[in-house]
């Protein structure tokens, strides 16, 4: 009880030493543009606190971990995302938080010392996985690749126009009503 009593001072110090170092690094590096850069570190350091709960709470408080992970996370793609002005990278982040879900899960299990947890976390992991390397592969390719070469500006509009014949052609195409009647034709005649 005194730990989880003690982890509400722990949690808001340690922000208040963060928000305190940030301010600092800021004034002393004035021309460097420190808070354009570097803004994405307070998501990050408010991911960071939720594992500092975890930790100052003991086992109980294990599930920490996921939101934390989670935070963290989101953190650390923006930082990317604004080091490099690769925004785009959000059309597929998701999957990205998806694997963090699992780190958050696996971390769980091993600090709360439960297996099927830490094997249910790098399950979901292996999906978070898979899906960026599948959407990221398509997204990357539409943003990147298909601008550099100029397919970008072809391939998402005929995409649309196969998309909008097929619906148009599926939709066009009559119901079968033949196909039933037949087979109950063919049914009653197996019958006599």
Known sequence: MTSQR??????????????????LVGQLFRGFHFWETFWPFIVIGFGAMFFVGMFAGGKSMAGLAVPGSI?????????????????????YGWTVILMAVGV???IMGAYGGNEEQRKSGMGVMRVGLILFILFGGFFEFIFSAGERFGLRQVVFPVGLILLGLYLIVKRLRPSQPETIESSTTNDLENKQ
Do not use: R
Request: charged residues 5%; hydrophobic residues 55%; negative net charge.
């Open 6 to 23: 003690n982890a509400g001072p722990l949690v808001v110090g340690a922000l208040l030493i963060l928000f305190g170092l940030l301010s």
């Open 71 to 91: 935070i963290t996370t989101v953190g650390l793609m923006l930082f990317y995302q604004n080091l490099t002005d690769h925004w785009e990278s959000w059309s």
């Open 104 to 106: 958050g899960i696996f």
